[in-house]
């Protein structure tokens, strides 16, 4: 999560340092009690910055929200292992790990927050629509490279990776707003369905 | 979705119409947006009724959910025909269901949108830790009956639960925040998953 980290750790620039107050703020608060006023409270300079660079709420949450899927995208590992199991592995791996280290569970906790914006608001309906199509298209990749160097059998390379990325979605949702850590047993029978319907020669 | 159309059609009491009103200003409006103002817009009756009932939003939104969670419950069908696999489909086709019909659109929305809250809020995490714990069990129950009558072969019975109930948790999830439906391409991989993992004697 080294890109994660760097905004979080040391900010860039102005508009890093507002992001990072936005995520802390946000993580604090959830969306629905949050203000810029709570953003500014942990913001390192005059508030007034935040009222410079934006008009309000929505566009800074909408303009974050861009920028933690870019971050979220950017930390996807994108295969640099020649392996299409082991690159299909260290995706799904990077998004089960258990436990979930402290500060990816805030950040997951801040996706699904505002993820939920999208079930009234068509602008977070559009972010989403574009970061779920990521997804899949990032695990479609990778069985498709599975399937060209028979690593994987000739599948549907795009229902393989919708249900892929269900469960993943699903999981990262429950563990993050309720107490099971549902997510050893989903990877557990994720490993049995790469086994038995994915992989070549069985 | 008797049960729901039930109080959404014809509310049997005050609390019921208090439900009806608050289902129908949060799908409008959001949880973050919402207000005992909104909510009086959309019921019938004077709105000091709301104030006399609840002490403030928070309150009348708790209960809000264990009864829209309890009426999502009563709906998951339970099992009324005899055959496991057709028990099992019963369950998932009622909520993998495309199109998704309108009403349980905004329904399941409305979940989302609360579900969100349990990111930043421990009552509403305990409310869907329950809910994510009764919808497992219920299909754990089913795969645990077709084992029992030769149907499945001998899996590993929660973990399957786990996995299927992220399967359509994550499926919910997108298909009402983002514009691509996913639902078919998640069902066909479900099937095979059924036939390749769950079936005995394959």
Do not use: C
């Not at 995706?91 to 436990?99: E, F, K, R, V």
């Not at 060209?148 to 599948?155: E, I, S």
């Not at 990325?165 to 990262?172: E, L, N, Q, Y």
Request: net charge negative; proline share 3%; aromatic share 10%.
């Amino acid at each position: 999560m080294s890109a994660v980290s760097s905004f979080l750790d040391s900010p860039e620039d102005t508009r890093e340092e507002i992001m990072r107050a936005t995520y802390f703020a946000l993580s604090e608060h959830g969306y629905a009690d949050l203000t810029i006023q709570r953003i500014g409270a942990v913001f390192p300079k005059s508030k007034s910055l935040i009222y410079h660079h934006y008009d309000g709420k929505d566009e800074l949450l909408l303009e974050f929200l861009a920028f933690v899927l870019d971050r979220f995208e950017e930390n996807v590992p994108d295969g640099e292992v020649d392996d299409a199991e082991a690159r299909l592995w260290a995706l799904l791996d990077h998004l089960l790990a258990t436990p979930l280290p402290d500060g990816r569970r805030a950040f997951t906790g801040a996706m699904v927050d505002l993820r939920a914006q999208a079930t009234h608001d068509e602008r977070y309906r559009e972010q989403f629509t574009r970061h779920d199509r990521f997804f899949r298209e990032r695990i479609a990749a990778v069985v498709a490279a599975g399937i060209d160097d028979g690593t994987f059998a000739d599948v549907d390379v795009d229902a393989v990776a919708t249900f892929l990325a269900a469960a993943v979605v699903g999981t990262m949702t429950q563990r993050v707003t309720s107490e099971v850590e549902i997510a050893p047993a989903v990877r557990d029978r994720l490993e049995e369905y790469v086994q038995t319907a994915l992989l070549a020669d069985q």
